[in-house]
């Protein structure tokens, strides 16, 4: 049991460590910046930031939320992203005795690169090829190991299109020249639907496009947005995909279907 507590502080550290990491990621991919090379540095005055001052948390706290070189403030989102990898790292660790290896390492991967992914789609509204490369090949691999995987991930995949291309046509009749949603949405159902299944998979479209709907009526209300206007669909599907995980809600919802039934 100890062995097991030690495995659990272990794995929360690394995950704060590479919430750190996909801190760099979101900040330096869209800029076209090396994510090797140079060193971690502050955005605003650009003098490098030392090993013991870049340690997850605690330094932020350490530092009161600011530089040590120029004392602006350091966005929130830094800490936050960190915290919460940190938190779903432990959490499928955690929940290992539930699943096996495959399934646990499988899930910490995934949702390690949906969050940058997710944090750049809503800021920059795409999806770097590079981080999605990399989940479609995780998808991949999860649906050469499990049938579940396979049919969640053309489910998703056949659902997705198929409203893609029905909406796609009911444009064109409107003579509307833009798009339902990005090539990238498409690509992202793979690794969802692998991940999730063919059940969490339709159930992530619901409540994804329930959340966007909530939110989009939100910002009309108190910003004025336009229909026209391009909203990201991205961190829909994966704040959805991320909560049917981590809740089981597809699981719950199969088993109130059996009891109807």
Same mark, same amino acid.
């Given at each position: 049991?100890?062995d097991?507590?030690?495995?659990?502080?272990?794995?929360?550290?690394?995950?704060?460590? *590479?919430? $750190?990491?996909?801190?760099?990621?979101?900040?330096?991919?869209?800029?076209?910046? $090396?994510?090797?090379?140079?060193? $971690?540095?502050?955005?605003?005055?650009?003098?490098?930031?030392p090993?013991?001052?870049?340690?997850?948390?605690?330094?932020?706290?350490?530092?009161?939320?600011?530089?040590?070189?120029?004392?602006?403030?350091?966005?929130?989102?830094?800490?936050?992203?960190?915290?919460f990898?940190?938190?779903?790292?432990?959490?499928?660790?955690?929940?290992?005795k539930?699943?096996?290896?495959?399934?646990?390492?499988?899930?910490?991967?995934?949702?390690?690169?949906?969050?940058?992914?997710?944090?750049?789609?809503?800021?920059?509204?795409?999806?770097?090829?590079?981080?999605?490369?990399?989940?479609?090949?995780?998808?991949?691999?999860?649906?050469?190991?499990?049938?579940? $995987?396979?049919?969640?991930?053309?489910?998703?995949?056949?659902?997705?299109?198929?409203?893609?291309?029905?909406?796609?046509?009911?444009?064109?009749?409107?003579?509307?020249?833009?798009t339902?949603?990005? *090539?990238?949405?498409?690509?992202?159902?793979?690794?969802?639907?692998?991940?999730?299944?063919?059940?969490?998979?339709?159930?992530?479209?619901?409540?994804?496009?329930?959340?966007?709907? *909530?939110?989009?009526?939100?910002?009309?209300?108190?910003?004025?947005?336009?229909?026209?206007?391009?909203?990201?669909?991205?961190?829909?599907?994966?704040?959805?995909?991320?909560?049917?995980?981590?809740?089981?809600?597809?699981?719950?919802?199969?088993?109130?279907i059996?009891?109807?039934?």
């Amino acid at each position: 049991m100890t062995d097991f507590y030690i495995l659990l502080i272990l794995t929360a550290f690394l995950g704060l460590c *590479f919430g $750190s990491f996909a801190n760099v990621l979101i900040y330096r991919i869209p800029e076209n910046i $090396s994510i090797i090379n140079p060193r $971690s540095f502050c955005p605003k005055c650009k003098i490098s930031i030392p090993f013991y001052r870049n340690i997850p948390i605690f330094s932020f706290i350490l530092q009161l939320g600011k530089c040590h070189n120029c004392s602006n403030k350091i966005s929130l989102q830094y800490p936050l992203i960190e915290l919460f990898m940190g938190s779903i790292w432990l959490y499928f660790m955690f929940d290992f005795k539930n699943q096996d290896l495959f399934n646990t390492i499988s899930s910490i991967c995934i949702i390690s690169i949906l969050i940058p992914l997710a944090i750049i789609d809503l800021k920059h509204l795409y999806f770097p090829l590079s981080l999605l490369v990399i989940l479609i090949l995780l998808g991949i691999i999860q649906a050469c190991m499990s049938y579940d $995987s396979f049919i969640g991930l053309m489910t998703g995949l056949s659902f997705l299109s198929l409203i893609f291309f029905l909406v796609k046509i009911w444009f064109k009749i409107n003579k509307r020249n833009d798009t339902p949603m990005g *090539f990238g949405d498409i690509l992202l159902i793979i690794p969802l639907g692998a991940w999730l299944g063919p059940l969490g998979i339709l159930l992530c479209f619901f409540l994804s496009s329930v959340l966007a709907l *909530f939110f989009w009526i939100m910002l009309f209300i108190m910003k004025g947005f336009s229909f026209k206007q391009k909203m990201p669909f991205g961190p829909y599907l994966i704040g959805s995909s991320i909560l049917i995980k981590i809740t089981d809600l597809d699981q719950l919802i199969f088993v109130l279907i059996s009891q109807i039934k």
